[in-house]
Antibody, heavy 121, light 107 residues
């Protein structure tokens, strides 16, 4: 059974930093596409970042230059380092495995339960 | 960037009804579109992938169709557990993008 468990959320002041973790079991992170998706309170889903199996990364414009996705293969964990946080970054952050069905990717078939990040003074 | 416009934003229906949600992409994305269901306090759940493929374990009353820029998601014979918010999502190009969501409510 595939399980993704996020951790690391909490309350942080504007301009601060936080590192989220997504610990995965049932699959190997280095062989998969892993994404971060966020959801502001009462709002829709927003894609944030991806790390491909080859280690390539990509970001939404809203977080580019502030957030960094990475992984630790020995811990089977994906991270999201978030710097220069703003109020609009307040959201539940989900990690999700993308099951590849074509040349560009596929559906997000496994999700964690999410971790809440609140940016406020 | 590819924009995904989903409609309607909300929908009121009764158990047993058939409902349809639409998604329009701002450029051709072939069939690189997925549909998710989200219930309050829960993570999204993949329902349809690649526009028309039913995720294993999902009831057959759910279906999807379309290609290019126009996509449709249908639920036949609504069940009480289907009342939730539904999102489309394109992966034809980065950055990925989601539709605004459709909240399906009980009439």
């Amino acid at each position: 059974e595939v399980q993704l468990v996020e951790s690391g959320g909490g309350l942080v002041q504007p301009g601060g930093s936080l590192r989220l973790s997504c610990t995965v079991s049932g699959l190997t992170v280095s062989n998969n596409y892993l994404n971060w998706v966020r959801q502001a309170p009462g709002k829709g889903l927003e894609w944030v970042s991806i790390i491909y199996s080859d280690g390539t990364t990509y970001y939404a414009d809203s977080v580019k230059g502030r957030f960094t996705i990475s992984r630790d293969n020995s811990r089977n964990t994906v991270y999201l380092q978030m710097n220069s946080l703003r109020g609009e970054d307040t959201a539940v952050y989900y990690c999700a495995r993308e099951y590849v069905t074509g040349p560009y990717g596929g559906g997000f078939d496994s999700w964690g339960q999410g971790t809440l990040v609140t940016v406020s003074s | 960037d590819i924009q995904v416009t989903q409609s309607p934003s909300s929908l009121s229906a009764s158990v047993g009804d058939r409902v349809t949600v639409s998604c329009q992409a701002s450029q051709d994305i072939n069939n690189y579109l997925n549909w998710y269901q989200q219930k309050p306090g829960q993570a999204p759940k993949l329902i349809i992938y690649d526009a028309s493929n039913l995720e294993p374990g999902v009831p057959s009353r759910f279906s999807g169709s379309g290609s290019g820029t126009e996509f449709t998601f249908t639920i036949n014979s609504l069940q009480p557990e289907d009342f939730a918010t539904y999102y489309c999502q394109q992966y034809g190009d980065l950055p990925y993008s989601f539709g605004q969501g459709t909240k399906l409510e009980i009439k």
